[in-house]
């Protein structure tokens, strides 16, 4: 399948000044690994999300941009609140439709809540649907990963024995769901992941604990 097939012949695009959208063909995308941004500005978790994801755009976007690019799925309920919040945002947009069209892209692509970030190979496969939580553990390193076809996040089958963390990833190896002991930080803000195989590797400032077990 081709993105044209995907999502329509046309995308929207900010001119160089930033003030206005311009329709662009789809087919520029064609051949590049492109990420779909389900996201609303009436959803707060949405809206914190859409600052950190701009600012690693731009940030790699030198870099990538002949092989990464993201489009904004609207899933707000009116042509304005699409328009100003798509004003916020470096990349394109799928032009707005009544929530028609994201909701038919969020049940081809199973999107559960929002923000999603489902990132598709240039032949329109999936490479992975956690994008939003690839980027929280590793930032820009997941960009990297998407544009050479590849997820960041890897799993493997648990042994009977072993706790599974759900919705937790390891922060060095990106083993999700993290398997086996889990070990973190006191300090709440740290944000720190690590499985029994990486905790030897790490280098943390503080000391670790190890957690006690899966909140069931
Ligand atoms: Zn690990
Ligand atoms: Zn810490």
Not at 9 to 17: A, C, G, R, V
Not at 174 to 198: A, F, W
Request: proline fraction near 6%; glycine fraction near 4%; hydrophobic fraction near 30%.
């Amino acid at each position: 399948m081709t993105f044209s097939e995907l999502l329509g012949e046309k995308l929207l695009q900010h001119n160089e000044s930033g003030n206005e959208s311009n329709e662009i063909s789809t087919n520029q995308l064609d051949g590049k690994t492109i990420a779909l941004y389900f996201s609303a500005h009436w959803c707060p978790p949405c809206r914190n999300f859409t600052p950190k994801l701009a600012e690693i755009f731009k940030e790699t976007h030198n870099e990538l941009k002949d092989k990464f690019d993201i489009v904004f799925i609207s899933c707000d309920e009116d042509q304005s609140s699409f328009d100003e919040y798509f004003k916020e945002m470096p990349w394109k947009a799928l032009p707005f439709s009544d929530g028609n069209s994201s909701t038919i892209l969020g049940e081809k692509f199973n999107v559960e809540g929002i923000p999603a970030l489902v990132v598709l190979s240039p032949t329109c496969d999936k490479i992975t649907a956690d994008g939003v939580e690839e980027i929280r553990v590793a930032s820009k390193k997941a960009l990297d990963q998407w544009s050479q076809g590849k997820r960041l996040f890897w799993s493997r089958e648990p042994r009977e024995d072993e706790y599974v963390w759900e919705d937790t990833a390891c922060s060095l190896c990106y083993l999700s769901p993290l398997i086996g002991s889990r070990h973190g930080c006191t300090h709440k803000e740290c944000n720190i992941d690590l499985c029994q195989t990486c905790l030897p590797n790490n280098k943390h400032e503080h000391p670790l604990v190890e957690y006690l077990m899966p909140k069931k």
